[in-house]
């Protein structure tokens, strides 16, 4: 554009030059003075910044991670600049979704995955990241438009597609395991996978692919009226799975008359939004760059400024398949794993050997960990003489034999089919 | 299942229940879900048609069975209302249900999600996870779209967000 106007100046000039007729000369001189003033106006443009090759840690005005490339000097990184190999899919591109996205974006990420199936309302304006003349595109377009502005060094790869439906599914599952992005890289072709749904059906299917490609992955949700929500980090096989605990169910039986007409209009926030978003991409960073304490759940009470934390197992009794296989498969590497914890214990045992206390007037001995858990193994399984549990031990989930008792009558689908369409017709 | 009234209930008990648990991604095992799923539903229509409440019309879209697509319909005032369903077999399917679409009556009711998703959270929802996995697509029909029906249709005809189809013929020709 600067281009284009300099090029009219100067065919101003050559006009003017050759026109041997003054009268023309004062609007000349006006159209000179307007093309000039334009040239002002596109020179304050808003210009979008060059790729950065490498991330310097020079601090300088120019250089967009001068920030972050100070955790390394302050001590709390190793590496800061390995966020460039990382990959995250981020599942639903909302009030939660967005802002995950665009944190990781300005921490320069290396790719990010965006999956959505929604538009940008005016509804959506209470919350933050889309502006209203995005009003109309779909979410995961006007994401792309925004964080390419933002930093254009990170990959972002969009997807509009609903991940419930078994075609959707197939092209979620295709998308985390290319590995165009980083060929070196083990599992899947992510690092992470954040949930940023709003509903229980679409997490069961993060759920579902996850477990089925032993893929880490964080849930988040944010409650329906606005004042908790939560984050939970989910190891297939390690912690529990999304269906390991089903939500409380309640079958509160309503009479379709008394059907509640309160509207299905979820309250929301831009401040809970935000802050579960913070602590969602806070515990990314941890997981990713390996700093701090990974929580493995963290709920948020805005009522009460209550952060709850806890771990949860997972259920030998799940009922999604690919989650049992996944436990059966984290036994298997138990040994492995408690040498492994033993020998970083013994070292840095080691390096700590001078005595602490000259003298031990008390007699105070340390007690071996292995032979307090023998002891309290033994206490909790084996009950004193003429006492018996109330409830039997947990067994293999019985599975019911339905193959043999499903053949009657009619099994022939296309028969099934034709009798339907036949009560259909009429 | 408290609350539910006695027709409903006693409809409910005469629709055959499934025992395969099996989705759309398991193969063979989904043809056997499948077939559970005709039975089921075949009973459920001649049931109705025996009692004089015929209210839908539903078939599979494609082969795999992933995708249905028919009508129902709601009499109110003796004026019969009727919309186009369809839903799709998600992929959790049968851990979680089936959501069903009017996607004629998107954005005239908030008792939907986007692209006229009935919404089902509140008095179907916990009913299905109960009953998973022995409840099929004729249940969803029966304790999911068939109360939103007889719940939302009244209100959307009273506030003249849906016309009845002669209605909306006499006005467009005047």
């Known amino acids: 554009m600067e281009l284009e106007l300099k090029a009219v100046l100067s065919d101003l000039q050559n006009l003017n030059t050759s026109l041997s007729d003054p009268s023309h000369q004062a609007s000349i001189d006006q159209i000179r003075l307007r093309v000039e003033n334009l040239t002002r106006l596109a020179m304050s443009e808003p210009t979008r910044r060059s790729k950065?090759?490498?991330?310097?840690?020079?601090?300088v005005d120019s250089n967009p991670y001068s920030r972050l490339m100070a955790l390394q000097r302050m001590g709390i990184v190793d590496n800061y600049e390995r966020i460039r190999e990382f990959s995250v899919a981020i599942v639903g591109i909302g009030g939660v979704g967005s802002v995950a996205a665009e944190m990781l974006t300005r921490c320069g990420i290396g790719r990010l995955l965006l999956y959505d199936y929604d538009t940008v309302e005016l509804a959506n304006m209470n919350r933050l990241f889309f502006r209203p003349e995005q009003v109309g595109m779909t979410k995961t377009d006007a994401a792309v438009q925004t964080l390419?502005?933002?930093?254009?060094?990170?990959?972002?790869?969009?997807?509009?597609?609903?991940?419930?439906?078994?075609?959707?599914?197939e092209t979620f599952i295709s998308s985390l395991t290319n590995k165009s992005f980083n060929q070196k890289k083990e599992g899947t072709g992510v690092d992470l996978v954040l949930s940023c749904v709003d509903n229980y059906e679409a997490r069961m299917v993060v759920n579902q692919a996850c477990n089925e490609l032993n893929q880490t992955w964080m849930e988040s949700g944010v409650s329906e009226d606005a004042v908790s929500g939560h984050i939970q980090l989910l190891i297939p096989g390690e912690t529990a799975?999304?269906?390991c605990a089903p939500p409380l169910v309640v079958a509160s039986g309503v009479d379709e008359r008394t059907l509640k007409r309160e509207g299905v209009c979820a309250a929301s926030l831009p401040t809970t939004m935000g802050v579960v978003a913070g602590l969602l991409v806070q515990n990314t960073l941890k997981f990713l760059l390996k700093f701090g304490q990974v929580s493995p759940y963290l709920g948020y009470n805005a009522l009460k400024d209550f952060f709850p934390t806890m771990a949860m197992k997972p259920n030998p009794q799940c009922s999604n398949g690919p989650c049992l296989e996944r436990q059966k498969e984290y036994m298997l590497i138990k040994p492995?794993?408690?040498?492994?914890?033993?020998?970083?214990?013994?070292?840095e045992l080691s390096t700590i050997e001078i005595p602490i206390h000259a003298d031990n007037e008390w007699n105070i001995s340390v007690v071996d960990d292995c032979e307090v858990d023998a002891v309290n193994a033994q206490s909790s399984d084996a009950l004193p003489e003429g006492l018996v549990h109330e409830l039997p031990t947990a067994d293999v989930y019985k599975h019911p034999t339905v193959s043999n008792e499903t053949v009657d009558t009619v099994d022939d689908l296309e028969d099934l089919k034709r009798q339907l369409e036949a009560l259909n017709a009429d | 299942?408290?609350?539910?009234?006695p027709t409903t209930k006693s409809t409910l008990t005469q629709i055959p229940l499934l025992t395969v648990k099996a989705g759309p991604r398991d193969g063979a095992a989904w043809t056997q879900r499948l077939k559970e799923e005709y039975k089921a539903l075949i009973a459920y229509t001649s049931m109705n048609k025996s009692k004089d409440n015929d209210w839908f019309r539903i078939s599979a879209a494609n082969p795999e069975g992933t995708r249905w697509t028919g009508k129902c319909w709601y009499v109110h005032n003796l004026l019969k209302y009727e919309f186009d369903?369809?839903?799709d077999i998600p992929v959790t399917y049968p851990a979680t249900a089936p959501e069903l679409e009017l996607p004629e009556l998107d954005g005239k009711t908030h008792k939907m999600y986007r692209g006229g998703k009935i919404c089902?959270?509140?008095?179907?929802?916990?009913?299905?996870?109960?009953?998973?996995?022995?409840?099929?697509?004729?249940?969803?029909?029966?304790l999911g779209l068939a109360p939103w029906?007889?719940?939302?249709?009244p209100i959307l005809v009273d506030s003249g967000m849906i016309k009845h189809k002669d209605d909306a013929v006499s006005t467009s020709e005047s």
């Open chain 1, 52 to 59: 950065v090759k490498d991330m310097s840690a020079e601090v």
């Open chain 1, 148 to 169: 390419s502005e933002i930093n254009p060094d990170v990959v972002l790869e969009s997807f509009t597609l609903n991940i419930t439906t078994v075609q959707g599914f």
């Open chain 1, 241 to 243: 799975c999304f269906a």
């Open chain 1, 336 to 347: 492995a794993r408690d040498a492994a914890a033993k020998a970083k214990m013994e070292e």
């Open chain 2, 1 to 5: 299942m408290e609350g539910w009234d």
């Open chain 2, 85 to 87: 369903l369809q839903f």
């Open chain 2, 120 to 142: 089902l959270t509140v008095h179907f929802k916990p009913l299905w996870a109960k009953n998973s996995p022995r409840f099929g697509i004729a249940h969803a029909l029966c």
């Open chain 2, 149 to 153: 029906l007889a719940a939302e249709i």
